[in-house]
């Protein structure tokens, strides 16, 4: 993060005003929009939106999980409602929001005029929310929509799966074209379009991650392809893939499912990575420590990710030479992941730090990040995995991974760059309120469910024990709180956009890197000639 010397000026990027190819009028400039600020805002309503959405999911949850006993939803219904709250949230909302931050801020970090592949680009948005209202009227089919969990297993999702799977399978392939076409246009920019004297070893950190991750969604989305269509042609054309009585495996189909969504959590917590290394040297105002051990500790994730599907599956009866390969993988995964944090605390040390409200989301993804990665460790051993399995410390595992670390870390880089995007900063009091509100409600909606997990209540049951009653009780709380809190943030939106102090090109004190060379708002096309990078830092 040391600073990078740039011989252009922040007024020879006005660009005298937008006076040429500046944004068109009404619908039709968001329509047809190549411009990467464009469609990056577009990827972030959208995220935003389907945050919504699955939110709402989970408090139907939650408010049937208030009590024991069947309260307000037919079992179908909540199973419904756990499988598409996964799925919103995960291919909806988490996803497009990193696609969101990638679009708006790459080109600007890299110096490039725009992403290298812009029509496609605008075509990768598009067809999401085609993706997700197919996806979401299956509800309203006869018979109801997906029900059988977000990972989708044989033969729930097809010998006993509802009549609408095949908007699912239709939809799933959508959202994996649009990932697809995103991770090249990463790929193509980052590689092409870096300024003169942006030498791999100074890219931003945010830049490597979403490198890395790029190459990793054009892996694994195959896969997932490749796996929805098995289960396409099971139901609907008789053929026996996960068939036992055709010749077929249903374990097969965890195989090639976990192949995919075991690279796909990197996919979702990598960029966070980026966007974590970018905010704490600039709040303690020093250089990130270990800048190289991070590129190789984010590559070496990418490359474990591949090697460690299985621990998923302990329990479904593998050899033990595999449990135990795959436990010894996934505890070694774990260890480019200590790096990481080892080298933000390293940051921090000494340094001059301030707690702005970036800076506060970051810390607070590094402390609760570090909790569902212990409990991560925990699932890792194949012992103590056969009690933990299907119980709610799963699920209080990998929120605290997707929630307090995905979604806190998104939440970290909209404060962070939102000055910049909207030309004014944000209402600090308010967003203080909203980390404090989220900080609090989220662990008493998460916290609490390691322990109805090491109780052993299972998860996806609408139903349970009367014995974890009081535990259900404080979690949906916490759930209905965490949910409200989010309006703050929509409020924050709403006050950044419309108005308020000005902000500077450089909003943050400590900042570095050329997204803050330009002026805040960033023009519309923000570097018609590309800027000269000097000296030997990196960043």
């Not at 966070?272 to 905010?279: L, Q, T, V």
């Not at 479904?316 to 505890?331: D, R």
């Not at 009367?466 to 309006?487: K, M, R, T």
């Amino acid at each position: 993060m040391t600073q990078l010397n740039v011989t252009d000026t922040a007024d020879e990027h006005m660009n005298h005003e937008e006076a040429h190819h500046g944004p068109a009028r009404g619908f039709s400039r968001w329509l047809f929009t190549t411009n990467h600020k464009d469609i990056g805002t577009m990827y972030l309503l959208f995220s935003l939106t389907m945050f919504f959405i699955g939110g709402g999911m989970a408090m139907v949850i939650r408010a049937e999980l208030f009590q024991p006993g069947l309260q307000l939803v037919e079992p179908n219904f909540f199973n419904q409602m756990t499988t598409m709250h996964g799925l919103v949230m995960i291919f909806g909302a988490v996803m497009p929001s990193f696609v969101g931050l990638a679009n708006w801020m790459i080109p600007m970090m890299i110096g490039a005029p725009d992403m290298a592949l812009p029509r496609m680009n605008n075509w990768s948005f598009w067809i999401l929310p085609f993706a997700f209202v197919l996806m979401l009227s299956s509800l309203f089919m006869p018979g109801g929509g997906p029900n059988f969990g977000w990972t989708f297993y044989a033969p729930l999702s097809t010998t006993y799966a509802p009549d609408s799977t095949a908007l699912f399978v239709f939809a799933i392939h959508i959202m994996g074209i649009s990932s697809i076409m995103g991770a090249i246009n990463v790929i193509v920019t980052i590689w092409n379009l870096r300024a003169p004297g942006m030498t791999w070893m100074k890219l931003p950190l945010f830049c490597w991650t979403w490198l890395i991750t790029a190459f990793l969604l054009i892996a694994v989305m195959p896969v997932l392809a490749g796996a929805v269509t098995m289960v396409l042609t099971d139901k609907y054309f008789g053929t026996s893939f996960f068939e036992a009585a055709g010749g077929g495996d249903p374990v097969m189909f965890q195989h090639i499912f976990w192949f995919f969504g075991h690279p796909e959590v990197y996919i979702m917590i990598l960029p966070s990575f980026g966007i974590i290394s970018a905010i704490i040297p600039t709040f303690c105002r020093k250089p990130l420590f270990g800048y190289a051990s991070m590129v190789y500790a984010t590559a070496s994730i990418a490359g474990l990710s591949f090697l460690v599907w299985a621990h998923h599956m302990f329990t479904v009866g593998m050899p033990v030479a595999a449990e135990l390969f795959f436990m010894y993988c996934t505890m070694l995964i774990s260890v480019p992941t200590g790096v990481k944090v080892f080298n933000w605390v390293a940051t921090m040390w000494r340094g001059s730090l301030s707690f702005e409200v970036p800076m506060l989301f970051a810390l607070a993804f590094i402390v609760l990040f570090t909790i569902g990665g212990f409990s991560g460790l925990m699932l890792a051993i194949t012992p103590a995995d056969f009690q933990y399995h299907d119980t709610y410390f799963v699920v209080a595992h990998f929120h605290y991974v997707l929630v307090t670390g995905a979604i806190f870390s998104v939440l970290a880089a909209v404060y962070y760059w939102l000055p910049k995007w909207t030309g004014h900063m944000f209402n600090e009091r308010l967003a203080k309120w909203h980390f404090w509100c989220s900080v609090i409600s989220v662990n008493v909606l998460f916290f609490p469910m390691h322990f109805l997990g090491l109780g052993g209540m299972p998860r996806r049951i609408p139903d349970y024990s009367l014995q974890f009653a009081d535990i259900n009780a404080l979690v949906s709380i916490g759930g209905f709180a965490f949910g409200l809190s989010q309006l703050i943030f929509v409020v924050v939106l709403i006050k950044c956009i419309r108005g308020g102090e000005k902000a500077p090109a450089s909003a943050w004190e400590g900042a570095h890197g050329l997204e803050w060379t330009v002026p805040s708002p960033a023009p519309y096309h923000t570097f018609s000639t590309p800027p000269e990078i000097e000296g030997n830092g990196s960043r």
